[in-house]
């Protein structure tokens, strides 16, 4: 059993962007099938409140596996949909999600990760518009002292937008 949470203010101090809030929790049953394959069922509940477009509340499922190739390198795939609703009244949506990442540990302290995914976000620069995002992305991690790590990274995605108010146009 897997249980996590997690809570992040969006803000800026540019008013032409949109600020938000999100809450989320995320569960998951777990099952070690082998030494190497490790599998899972997981539920995330989610609520973003979000300035001048009301809240959004949403419920994802994924089935997720993760294959251990090496001690330094594994492959994790989830796929899964997520149900988005929206108390502006516009019609509930629906998207399938997924995720494919590469990870590789040469050493301890360095972490190595390419991914491939589909999500939802909403948007901060379009008032009352989320996107769906398909796209890819890489990082480093290295941890630099103790329990403190630099990141470095980049990706690509290309964003669908749709409206989360009656009347605006995507």
Do not use: C
């Amino acid at each position: 059993v897997e249980v996590s949470g997690r809570y992040r203010n969006t803000s800026y101090d540019d008013p032409r962007y949109t600020d938000s809030r999100q809450w989320e929790n995320q569960n998951w049953l777990n099952r070690q099938l082998t030494g190497k394959i490790n599998v899972g069922l997981g539920v995330t509940l989610g609520y973003w409140d979000v300035d001048r477009s009301g809240t959004q509340t949403y419920e994802q499922v994924e089935a997720r596996a993760i294959y251990r190739f090496a001690e330094k390198m594994d492959l994790t795939a989830a796929v899964g949909g997520n149900w988005q609703q929206y108390s502006s009244g516009v019609p509930a949506t629906w998207y399938p999600i997924f995720r494919i990442a590469a990870r590789y540990r040469p050493v301890e302290a360095t972490e190595f990760q390419v991914e491939a995914h589909q999500f939802q976000q909403v948007s901060a620069s379009s008032l009352a518009q989320n996107y769906n995002t398909i796209g890819f992305s890489g990082s480093v991690r290295r941890r630099v002292i103790d329990k403190w790590f630099a990141t470095a990274g980049g990706g690509y995605g290309l964003a669908d937008y749709y409206a989360t108010l009656p009347g605006i146009p995507p």
